[in-house]
């Protein structure tokens, strides 16, 4: 059975080699992970090969983001209903609307929860003596010292989520942002915050002229020095980043007041 993942993850990974594929192997199953650049990859696989009438393709599973997992969603690709059966299920709140939805599109037992994710900025403290407490100082201090920030380029699942940050910052709370499209909400809240990143860009690093692909290449910025900010979907990696020398001791999770 092979299992496509992102390979940039090197907990998730060496949880499957070490830990996932020797458990499944005593119940007779070979478990092989595929690493990907893109999960895209992983898709675009399945979809072609659907197209093409194989039943039998070379992905059993993925390990899939929000975006992805509408795209396979719309298309039929997932095999569906099979998640209320696993046994850890009953550890899940069936009343958690992240389990029923996955960026706004229902679940409907297409996809197994594999853990949660806390969205998070990490700055050098011996750099940024002084930092912002909300998404609208980080912006403004990224004006004030330029070159030093950036996020990785969209549709990156971490750039993605950096710019809903902003969009809920520059819509008044995430409160004000539906979890679905809304053609007369898009309309009335997106303008300020392309806005807010044009006006934003040229401070960037580089002037905005590029951006890191993904949270990889914007955490080698960061440890290399030639930026103060970098940004993660996992803070607990930081601690083993530290302690190995990857990032500086001088790291800390930047807490905004909203």
Request: charged share 20%; hydrophobic share 40%; aromatic share 10%.
């Amino acid at each position: 059975m092979s299992l496509w993942m992102w390979g940039g993850d090197p907990q998730g990974n060496a949880y499957v080699d070490t830990v996932l594929a020797p458990a499944v192997a005593k119940l007779g199953v070979t478990l092989r992970r595929v690493p990907l650049a893109d999960t895209k990859d992983a898709l675009t696989r399945v979809l072609s090969e659907r197209q093409a009438g194989i039943t039998d393709g070379a992905v059993d599973l993925v390990w899939v983001n929000g975006d992805n997992f509408a795209t396979g969603q719309q298309a039929g690709a997932w095999r569906c209903g099979w998640s209320a059966t696993l046994p850890n299920m009953k550890f899940t709140d069936p009343a958690d609307p992240l389990l029923a939805r996955d960026f706004g599109t229902p679940v409907k037992g297409c996809e197994s929860p594999w853990h949660k994710a806390q969205f998070t900025l990490v700055y050098d403290s011996a750099k940024v003596s002084s930092p912002p407490t909300t998404l609208a100082g980080l912006l403004a201090w990224a004006k004030a010292h330029p070159g030093r920030f950036t996020y990785p380029a969209p549709p990156d699942f971490t750039g993605s989520v950096f710019l809903r940050q902003v969009l809920y910052s520059t819509a008044g709370g995430y409160r004000k942002v539906p979890s679905s499209y809304d053609k007369g909400a898009f309309d009335r809240l997106t303008p300020a915050l392309w806005t807010t990143l044009n006006d934003v860009r040229p401070s960037l690093w580089r002037g905005g002229k590029t951006y890191p692909r993904d949270s990889v290449a914007l955490d080698k910025l960061y440890a290399d020095g030639e930026v103060d900010l970098t940004m993660t979907y996992g803070p607990a990696t930081l601690t083993d980043l530290v302690a190995k020398g990857t990032f500086p001791k001088t790291t800390k999770v930047l807490t905004l007041d909203e």
